[in-house]
């Protein structure tokens, strides 16, 4: 069924090019069988591969929104991933039912078609609302299960960065993704030692990142019950800090930081205010494995490290 599923989904994606009549080349038909043939690295391995050929993963921040498609939804995920995009940070949030879905913001009003708030309202009446991208249009998606989610994950080889919200526990979300199968596709996000603990006792062998600069931090999260041969370590939204990127480099551990935030302060608008990605070039350069941005499709055009990472590690 997978080698199906993947076939269809890269004669989907040349049907969205419009280049249906064009024949798949002999080297097209080598690389989809090369592609169905070599299972993927373990995450914790790939993400290892990533930071030893210098190679840089972009995760699309609430999945990557677009004109036409809204924050945290299936089709904005397919979008993204058909433009090159393979790391989505997503938010995780669960129904008055106990249904896990994608959503951001507790209340409904911003980003769908309903009003009120997520965890007074159940799956059914969740699901017949309509989500509304960043300009405000209506579209035809609907919030997506988290399960459908991870499936979809599992099939394409996408990773994902799951944000907890307040309505949902860490211990429900590894139990949704062991349930899907999706172990090797998921990095659950901690925002205080306490949250990767809490991440730790629900499923040790999960990724996740957690804040760290170095040595000290990594002892401490180990100290904790946190595997650091599954940590990414964040390092934050303000400014760069190259030199706590090298003491998590010299522990193997990934570094991550983020170019997101409120739009006109956020570091991506000020990096793209000259027009070019230099900056953003110079935070590769400096051992960055991991970067969050609000604008994945202009950094992932921009630059050759996620194509190297790519080509040197699969997904």
């Not at 953003?280 to 490290?305: F, H, K």
């Amino acid at each position: 069924m997978l080698r199906f599923a993947l076939l269809g989904a890269v004669l989907a994606t040349l049907a969205a090019c419009g280049d249906t009549s064009r024949q798949a080349s002999s080297d097209d038909s080598r690389a989809i069988s090369a592609a169905i043939a070599t299972p993927a690295l373990p995450l914790p391995a790939y993400f290892d591969c990533v930071r030893e050929s210098k190679g840089l993963l972009i995760a699309a921040h609430r999945g990557g929104p677009a004109p036409g498609y809204p924050e945290n939804t299936l089709e904005t995920l397919q979008h993204g991933f058909a433009n090159g995009i393979n790391v989505f940070e997503i938010d995780v949030a669960e129904s008055r039912d106990g249904v896990m879905l994608l959503m951001h913001d507790n209340r409904l009003n911003r980003t769908t078609t309903g009003d009120g708030y997520v965890a007074d309202t159940d799956w059914a009446d969740l699901s017949g609302l309509r989500m509304v991208d960043n300009d405000g249009k209506r579209t035809d998606f609907a919030p997506p299960k988290l399960t459908d989610v991870l499936l979809w994950a599992k099939q394409s080889g996408a990773i994902l960065e799951l944000d907890r919200k307040p309505t949902t526990s860490f211990r429900n979300i590894a139990a949704a993704v062991h349930a899907a199968g999706a172990d090797d596709n998921v990095v659950l996000i901690s925002y205080s030692d306490d949250e990767a603990a809490q991440i730790a006792v629900a499923d040790p062998n999960l990724m996740l990142s957690a804040s760290a600069r170095g040595s000290r931090d990594i002892g401490r999260l180990e100290g904790l019950g946190v595997d650091r041969t599954r940590l990414v370590a964040w390092t934050g939204t303000g400014a760069p800090d190259a030199a706590a990127w090298a003491r998590n480099l010299r522990e193997g551990v990934e570094p991550a930081f983020g170019t997101l935030g409120r739009k006109g302060e956020r570091l991506d608008d000020q990096y793209w205010a000259d027009g070019d990605a230099s900056e953003y070039q110079d935070l590769v350069d400096d051992g960055l494995v991991l970067l969050a941005t609000d604008e994945p499709y202009r950094v992932a055009a921009a630059l050759t490290s996620d194509d190297r990472a790519r080509e040197m590690c699969g997904r």
